[in-house]
């Protein structure tokens, strides 16, 4: 169990970085994502044939595999729009909703019963985000689209954790990464139509910032990500996601002055959500020495 949250955590620092890498790239939001799962199934291949990793699984199995991928897919397009649309700070903040979403979706999926201490917890976050809604009004599309991230992440946590305990993390990603490319990339010419960019394609420092997007906060945490699922549920994982807009928030204030930008109903919020991850984690620390 100590390794699994090594992992978790090690993950959680790494996705810390992603939301700036949404910020300096100057690619949308879509075209951010493609390429960035597009990368990342690459790497991912080249790992496999390194590490000679079976990939024999059946049609079938790698199908539903990938349609995890094209749900966690989404839920970067949604996030990377909240944070064009907003701030690193508020984007990374509305992601906090993953563990809203999982207190009721975990035990209807699951069909397990609801937990009461997880309900309680994931409305303490749930005050946060309504607060930062109610009071930062010139920020509501990012926050509304910041929002709809967390739900399609926290169906792929869900999914995800099945596919964790049969099959290798890196061949799970690897076709998790393939369905992502696929899936948006039918979906993109649709998706530009409605948004269109003025660049489609990625220049040098865009590319250098996507392979390091790919490799460090994509392919690496997700394969701690699928690790740290085998023994760990989905809602204690999301929920210690939270400490995610910490380590965003301080490289925004630090390095692009969005302190300048957020409320003191901004802090109100946040203090809701840190209060909910200290307060599982003390819950996960009682159980385990008890």
């Given amino acids: ?27 949308n939001e879509g075209l951010l994502t493609f390429y960035r799962v597009l990368f990342s199934a690459i790497i991912l291949f080249f790992i496999l044939k390194h590490f000679k990793v079976t990939q024999a699984l059946h049609f079938k199995e790698k199908a539903k ?23 690193i700070s508020i984007g990374v903040v509305c992601f906090c909703m993953a563990s809203f979403f999982t207190a009721f979706l975990e035990p ?9 201490s997880d309900v309680l917890l994931s409305i303490l976050t749930l005050l946060g985000v309504s607060l930062i809604f ?11 689209l910041g929002i709809i991230s967390p739900l399609f992440y926290t169906l792929y946590s869900i999914y995800n954790k099945r596919w964790a305990n049969h099959y290798d993390s890196k061949l799970i990603n690897y076709y998790q990464m393939i369905g992502g490319t696929i899936g948006l990339g039918l979906t993109l010419p649709v998706y530009l139509f409605f948004f269109p960019s003025e660049k489609l394609f990625p ?27 085998k023994e760990i549920s989905a809602f204690t994982a999301n ?13 925004a204030f630090l390095f692009f002055g969005e302190s300048k930008e957020v409320g003191f109903s901004f802090y109100i919020g946040l203090s809701f959500v840190v209060i909910s991850v200290l307060l599982q984690a003390y819950m996960v620390s009682k159980k385990t020495t008890s």
Avoid: C
């Fill in 65 to 87: 595999i990938a349609q995890t991928g094209i749900l966690l897919t989404f839920s970067w397009v949604f996030f990377f729009a909240g944070i064009k649309y907003s701030n």
């Fill in 108 to 116: 209807i999926l699951n069909k397990s019963p609801f937990r009461i």
């Fill in 203 to 229: 220049d040098l420092k865009d590319i250098s910032y996507l392979l390091v997007l790919a490799s460090l906060s994509t392919v690496l945490t997700y394969i701690l990500l699928t690790e740290a699922f």
């Fill in 1 to 27: 169990m100590n390794k699994a949250y090594i992992y978790l955590h090690g993950a959680v620092l790494l996705l810390g970085l992603s939301p700036v890498f949404g910020k300096i790239i100057s690619l």
């Fill in 134 to 144: 109610h009071f930062d009004s010139s920020y509501r599309l990012g926050i509304t």
């Fill in 239 to 251: 929920l210690s996601m939270n400490l995610e807009p910490i380590y965003a928030i301080i490289i």
